[in-house]
């Protein structure tokens, strides 16, 4: 069965990179699919953040393309996302998904917290 | 980009009545939209795609519709366990899009 698991830290330092990884699991990383990143600020809503192809084709939200990164390791089977200079804005759970050449999003990683404070 | 509004934002309804959401694009994102169902702490669901098409494993009775800039999605007898929140996707244009998500209470 295929699993999507983010790990990282819950706690980041205003000014710092957050980095976060999703180990995909039960399914190969380069079998034809997209890989996404989330985030759901506390209360709020869903922000898609960018995808990534395995072949490291990069597709990002412009609201926060000059900060964001997405890289994939295919000999892990995982790809990982960069945000640069975060603040408390950034605070949210992220969650990492699969999305075909369609773009919906099946399925979710369980999503991990995020506190961005000093 | 696309900016998707869900209404209501909290519908209040008994177990075994009909639930009716809705979603509107800001411009047209042809069929392309899709419909997730969350609990809280959990992640998101996928129900719907295509506006229509159940994804494996979702009963019956969600059923979705609409095209261009007004979809529905309908839960035709609830249950318990439909009691969460739902959110609607456009996949039609970079970037992709979220509704604010309605929830459905007891």
């Known amino acids: 069965q295929m699993q999507l698991q983010e790990s990282g830290p819950g706690l980041v330092k205003p000014s710092e990179t957050l980095t976060l990884t999703c180990s995909v699991s039960g399914f190969s990383i380069t079998s034809g699919y997209y890989w996404g990143w989330i985030r759901q600020s506390p209360g709020k809503g869903l922000e898609w953040i960018g995808s990534?192809?395995?072949?490291?084709?990069?597709y990002y939200n412009a609201s926060l393309k000059s900060r964001v990164s997405i890289s994939v390791d295919t000999s892990k089977n995982h790809f990982s996302l960069n945000l640069t200079s975060v603040t408390a804005a950034d605070t949210a759970s992220y969650y990492c998904?699969?999305?075909?050449?369609?773009?919906?999003?099946?399925?979710w990683g369980q999503g991990t917290p995020v506190t961005v404070s000093s | 980009e696309i900016v998707m509004t869900q209404s209501p934002a909290t519908l209040s309804v008994s177990p075994g009545e009909r639930a009716t959401l809705s979603c509107r694009a800001n411009q047209s994102v042809s069929s392309n939209l899709a419909w997730y169902q969350q609990e809280p702490g959990q992640a998101p669901r996928l129900l719907i795609y295509d506006a229509s098409t159940r994804a494996t494993g979702i009963p019956a009775r969600f059923s979705g519709s609409g095209s261009g800039t007004e979809f529905t999605l309908s839960i035709s007898s609830l249950q318990s366990e439909d009691f969460k929140v739902y959110y609607c996707q456009q996949y039609n244009t970079w970037p992709l899009t979220f509704g604010g998500g309605s929830r459905v209470e007891i």
């Open positions: 998904a699969r999305h075909n050449i369609r773009r919906w999003f099946d399925p």
């Open positions: 990534i192809f395995h072949s490291g084709r990069t």
